[in-house]
């Protein structure tokens, strides 16, 4: 029977059931979460772009973006205004691993409400800023929710989705951090154009995701996994049920309950994790989550304003231009949870890798033509819209494969007794390289000009073959047999030996022993 750790290589079993509207409704509620996180990457660049917000807090950068001397490549080049954006990304990091012990100990849902709350309370701490540190604390407060919602939400989708719509639902976070995006850009379009208050009104506006994330999150039922978890089988059993549409659940539960016995017994997962025979899904929740920053994407979306300001867009032009890739992005998107679950992680993963890597090398050669290594230069409207359209491709590749996969692999690849510890390990992972990638962007601009494209190209060009040899199809895979495809795979099967095989069936054995004398209730 298949469980959460090591099992004979076989067949992946198919359960009973169907694709409820209540499974599709919760999923969508908790996807919610992805809202707040999209929010603050859309707002973050445009705000740091209007000048009012500029002259306030940041008056040495006002002072540079408007000197007829400065290298364009370098006029947002400042080390304290990029502390503004990525603080909550270093604050983030810390708070997963909070995150994970109130996830595995209490469930999925009060982590969603505690990363709600505070990012709730971090908004209205920004939007009514008067000096730097207030903007800091705040961002910190955004850091917390955006860290718990991180390390509770991809995991609850993969818990709660059936195996076939497993990709597709998953995605709905990422579809809302696109959404979150877009929603941000066309707001600062419209606030950039109110003085002198307009980026207050951009902030503080972000108590609206938190909201629904914080409401949503105290209607979600708990996932039968975290039910099984924590003790209470007969509600995981009757969640099951509900959310496959069907009484007929019994091989399921028994692959949770098997799975729940055999997470009971790992005591210290953040050692476990470590073991040899867990080495596959360790190292993806590493270079997963770091692979995604150094697409380069974030550098675009957290400063897409100001990036099309360095090219010689006037304000309302960048944020306006910030709004198309953002609305490219939700749409691109949609194709992913159209395509992911039909044809598979690997190919929208390696067709998008071809696809950023072209587009970056023709950013970079318009910006070389253009600008030069001196900064100095300008582009025409022709020009310019073709590096709009360029960018719009580059964005688009991101959001069918990288975006929603970066977070889809690694939540569905962990066995129950490691999962709560690996989801951590990718959100920190992520967070950590999105702070470095945030706070590292414009400077590198400023120093390596055009070539920071072809720095990024060089990276996507790593990351695909890593995917090409490394990383295995995952699609409509059962959480819960989710081992099997490492046991397969010619390179990683070599971390898995017979003996761990033997001696987690033994362990299986004794649970299911277990559970016969004690709990002889939970079948029916």
Not at 100 to 108: E, N, Y
Not at 135 to 148: A, Q, T, Y
Not at 335 to 351: A, E, I, M, P
Request: aromatic share 12%; glycine share 10%; with cysteine.
């Amino acid at each position: 029977m298949a469980g959460g750790g090591m099992v004979a290589a076989g067949p992946v079993r198919q359960y009973e059931g169907r694709t409820t509207v209540f499974v599709v409704v919760t999923c969508l509620m908790a996807a919610s979460g992805g809202l707040i996180f999209g929010y603050d990457i859309g707002i973050s660049g445009g705000v740091t772009s209007m000048d009012d917000f500029l002259e306030k807090f940041f008056p040495d950068v006002y002072r540079k973006k408007h000197s007829a001397v400065t290298n364009d490549y370098c006029k947002f080049d400042s080390q304290i205004l990029t502390t503004f954006t990525s603080s909550l990304y270093i604050a983030g990091l810390l708070a997963s691993f909070f995150a994970s012990a109130i996830t595995r100990k209490f469930g999925r849902k009060p982590s969603m409400l505690v990363g709600g709350s505070s990012f709730l309370v971090g908004a209205a701490l920004n939007g009514a800023a008067q000096d730097i540190a207030m903007l800091i604390i705040g961002r910190i407060l955004l850091g917390v929710g955006v860290g718990f919602a991180n390390q509770s939400v991809p995991v609850y989708l993969s818990e709660m989705a059936p195996a076939r719509l497993r990709g597709a639902l998953n995605i709905m976070f990422q579809l809302a951090i696109t959404i979150g995006i877009l929603c941000a850009n066309i707001i600062n379009y419209g606030t950039g154009k109110i003085t002198p208050w307009g980026w207050r009104l951009s902030l503080g506006l972000a108590v609206v995701p938190a909201l629904i994330m914080t409401l949503g999150s105290l209607f979600l039922p708990d996932t039968p996994n975290s039910l099984i978890e924590r003790g209470h089988p007969e509600k995981g059993r009757a969640m099951l049920e509900k959310i496959r549409g069907t009484a007929n659940v019994q091989a399921e539960f028994d692959d949770l309950v098997e799975a729940s016995e055999v997470a009971k017994t790992v005591k210290h997962p953040w050692k476990n994790i470590l073991q040899r025979r867990y080495r596959p899904q360790f190292m993806m929740s590493l270079l997963i989550p770091f692979f995604q920053q150094f697409t380069g994407i974030n550098s675009i979306m957290f400063y897409a304003p100001v990036l099309f300001q360095t090219m010689g867009f006037g304000q309302n032009a960048s944020l306006y231009s910030a709004v198309i890739t953002g609305a490219v992005n939700v749409v691109a998107t949609l194709v992913s949870v159209t395509l992911v679950d039909k044809y598979g992680r690997r190919v929208l993963f390696l067709q998008a890798g071809v696809q950023m890597i072209a587009a970056q090398l023709i950013i970079a050669a318009i910006l070389g033509a253009k600008f030069g290594v001196h900064g100095t230069g300008s582009i025409d409207k022709a020009d310019a819209i073709g590096v709009v359209i360029v960018i719009c491709i580059y964005v688009a590749a991101f959001a069918w494969s990288w975006g929603p996969l970066g977070w889809l692999v690694p939540s569905e690849i962990f066995p129950l007794e490691i999962r709560s510890a690996g989801q951590s390990i990718n959100v920190s992972v992520n967070l950590l390289f999105t702070f470095v990638i945030a706070q590292a962007f414009l400077s590198m601009l400023c120093h390596l000009k055009f070539g920071i494209f072809i720095f990024f190209a060089g990276w996507v060009f790593i990351m695909s073959v890593f995917v090409y040899y490394f990383l295995p199809e995952t699609k409509n895979v059962p959480i819960e047999d989710m081992v099997t495809v490492w046991q397969a795979h010619p390179f990683w099967r070599r971390f898995i030996s017979n003996e761990d095989i033997q001696d987690h069936q033994q362990d299986v054995e004794m649970s299911k022993d277990k559970l016969k004398s004690d709990n002889g209730a939970y079948t029916k």
